[in-house]
């Protein structure tokens, strides 16, 4: 029950939302949002204390790897909804309804992503997530974010019909049993059984498909538009939580290719789509003026780390599970941050700021400590991933691919150090008087900070314990 209860609370609280005609108007019903999103933690809470039984003949179930995205996507929802209550005593929606509905319905997705053992139900909720952050990405209603929305619909909608190609292979991969369900521990265990060239096609379909969710290169159009012209509470979920649970996707099918033993095909693959995505990073984060548009940049950069850790396996699908909930932590952290300049100063490009340290000291402060967070500088989380998956590089005797990751991340680094550090520390205009900060507008960016920066010095045994665990169904190892 407690899995059903997980889903089902948000999506009947979203339809409440969008079709009761008493939420109608610019009011957002955000306490009720909060209740929700409280709750939801707590039943995401429950999971960890007693792991509850597959439900559903299995359709829904609670794996480490899919308990590892449904609390980051949790705890990043509770800070959303947190940091919300102080961004819309600044911005007023035209649709309080569409916002909050819009928001419980991404959560509702994001939980039936994270629990489905059954991938033709994976990918209806990787469509259902599209569809639910669409309406936010429009919450402006003008022409640069009806493009971006837009763009974002139909890049997405190409990603998605290749992943439901990818589905269909899956299943005819299964032959003469072609009517068992496509449930994961069924498709692992059976694995040896499956036909290699229909199961080779449904990995390829899948990982183009859930890697365009994911923002890999080069199907990575999408992002700077989608999170340049977002409400950056928006784009954080999106970087944070949509990103990762697109990556789960990739990570189901991965787990069925090396279970049959074609982990050698796989591999190549994933470290091809990972370098090229730190190398697209690299190139378009140079010259950057948008901090928005620099972050989505570097969540190309994450996205193909991730998938590095994954192809070199080893500790490195260990590495690539844990960068999973740095970088989620991460990016909800700096994309709300980013938030707060452009609330206060109407622009996150360089020339429309300068000198935050003095106008907005706390915001600023975040700011800087959020660029080396996402660079992978000690002592934060994100560096003891990355750390992890350079070493499966080499342990693996790949020294190559060690030293291109390293140097596309000391390109990375330079790119976006020039523009924040810019914009924090430059000379502001004549005359700019510090800006009073809302709590409610910093609360939340400083706990996701302290979580990143504990994840840098101190891994939780349970945490440590159930990362290990996934990284094992993935064919990896802890360290």
């Known amino acids: 029950m407690r899995l059903l209860a997980v889903c089902a609370l948000p999506l009947f609280t979203a339809l409440a939302v969008l079709g009761f005609p008493m939420f109608r108007g610019r009011r957002v019903p955000v306490t009720l949002v909060a209740v929700v999103a409280t709750t939801h933690l707590v039943l995401v809470s429950s999971l960890w204390l007693a792991p509850p039984r597959p439900t559903l003949g299995g359709w829904l179930a609670a794996d480490p790897l899919g308990l590892t995205v449904l609390t980051l996507t949790s705890v990043l929802f509770l800070v959303t909804v947190i940091y919300a209550v102080g961004y819309l005593q600044r911005e007023k929606p035209r649709s309080g309804r569409v916002f909050a509905g819009g928001l419980l319905a991404f ?22 997530t599209t569809l639910s952050v669409a309406p936010l990405v429009f919450l402006r209603r003008d022409r640069r974010s009806l493009e ?27 032959g003469d049993v072609a009517g068992r369900p496509l449930i994961l521990p069924d498709l692992v265990e059976h694995a040896r059984e499956l036909h290699p060239a229909w199961l080779r096609a449904a990995f390829l379909f899948l990982l183009v498909g859930f890697g365009t969710k994911m923002g890999l290169a080069p199907m990575h159009t999408w992002k700077p538009d989608t999170y340049g012209e977002a409400p950056s509470l928006v784009s954080g979920l999106m970087a944070g939580a949509l990103t990762s649970c697109a990556f789960l996707g990739v990570a189901r099918v991965t787990e069925v290719v090396t279970a049959a033993g074609l982990g050698s095909f796989a591999q190549p693959v994933l470290i091809g789509f990972g370098l090229l995505s730190l190398a697209v990073a690299a190139v378009f984060i140079i010259g950057q003026s948008d901090v928005k548009r620099l972050l989505a940049y570097s969540s190309v950069e994450h996205m193909g780390l991730l998938v590095l850790g994954l192809g070199l396996g080893g500790v490195g699908a260990y590495g690539s599970v844990l960068h999973l909930v740095n970088n989620g932590l ?3 952290w700096v994309f709300l941050v980013t938030g ?7 622009s996150a490009t360089a020339a429309g700021n300068r000198g935050l340290v003095r106008t907005l000291p706390v915001s600023a402060a975040l700011l ?25 590089a080499i342990d693996g005797g790949h020294p190559w691919i060690a030293a291109v990751m390293l140097l596309m991340l000391a390109i990375i680094f330079v790119g976006m150090a020039v523009l924040v550090l810019g914009i924090a520390l430059g000379e502001p205009d004549p005359g700019t008087i510090p800006v009073r900060e809302s709590p409610w507008l910093v609360a939340g960016p400083i706990a996701l900070a302290a979580i990143v920066l504990m994840l840098g010095v101190y891994i939780p045994g349970p945490l440590h314990d159930i990362l290990a665990r996934a990284a094992a169904a993935l064919g990896g190892t802890a360290p």
């Open 340 to 346: 707060n300049v452009v609330l206060a100063t109407g």
């Open 107 to 128: 959560l509702a997705a994001a939980s039936l992503v994270a629990l489905a053992h059954h991938l033709a139900m994976l990918w209806v909720g990787m469509e259902a």
């Open 368 to 392: 800087v400590l959020g660029l080396f967070a996402v660079t992978g500088s000690p002592p934060f989380g994100l560096f003891m991933s990355e750390f992890t998956i350079l070493r499966a």
């Open 330 to 332: 991460a990016k909800g």
């Open 148 to 174: 971006a929305t837009w763009k974002y619909l139909v890049v997405s909608s190409v990603g998605i019909a290749l992943a439901l190609l990818g589905t269909f292979f899956l299943a005819s991969a299964q």
